[in-house]
């Protein structure tokens, strides 16, 4: 635990990357959701040897009868991108795993406690989908004072979407938009 008004590193949140992509139009957004997969395993790797928190935020498929792993096995089981994005990313025993009902990771999930037990009050925010998971989850952050930044290259969306949501973050000031290139130095600059 850290001292008392001090901060640790962000977490590095991966949202809804384990995943069937069996929603409308997700076969446009595979070829960059394989691509954020990639860039996200090599900052989580770097959280790893940092013994950082990272922290898999993901949509239950409304399959409520699921846990994790079971979801793990669904996406690995899923030919094309889902079971290439769940053999890089699968969650393993240094991860935090939520599952969420809609799309933010704060709404009517354990992610807040999480959090207030990690000491955590940076989040780096990652995963699919941009226009949709990630912008709802970065402006609950947002409203509930964390900072926040997404990592622009380790996140997916709809083609005609991504860009928009990018805009509207970085035009609201909701979230910092980082490259994965900057992404471990403003993690953890906020560690006392």
């Known amino acids: 635990m850290s001292a008392p008004g001090s901060r640790g590193p962000a977490a590095l949140l991966v949202i809804d990357m384990i995943n069937r992509l069996d929603f409308p139009g997700a076969e446009r957004m595979a070829p960059g959701a394989i691509a954020a997969a990639r860039r996200i395993q090599a900052l989580r790797d770097r959280f790893h040897a940092r013994d950082w928190p990272v922290i898999f935020a993901n949509d239950n498929f409304a399959d409520w009868r699921s846990d994790f792993r079971e979801l793990v096995a669904m996406a690995l089981n899923t030919d094309g991108a889902p ?5 890089l990313l699968a969650p393993d025993a240094r991860d935090y795993v939520v599952l969420k009902p809609k799309h933010s990771a704060f709404l009517a999930t354990p992610l807040p406690v999480l959090l207030a037990k990690l000491e955590v009050r940076r989040l780096l925010l990652t995963g699919l989908a941009l226009e949709s998971c990630v912008l709802a989850t970065a402006a609950d952050a947002n409203a509930r004072e964390f900072e926040v930044a997404i990592v622009r290259d380790a996140v997916a969306g709809l083609p005609g979407l991504r860009m928009q949501a ?16 900057q992404a471990l130095a403003w993690a953890g600059a906020g560690s006392a």
């Open 83 to 87: 079971a290439t994005i769940a053999k």
């Open 166 to 181: 990018l805009a509207t973050l970085a035009g609201s000031g909701t979230a910092r938009l980082l490259p994965s290139s």
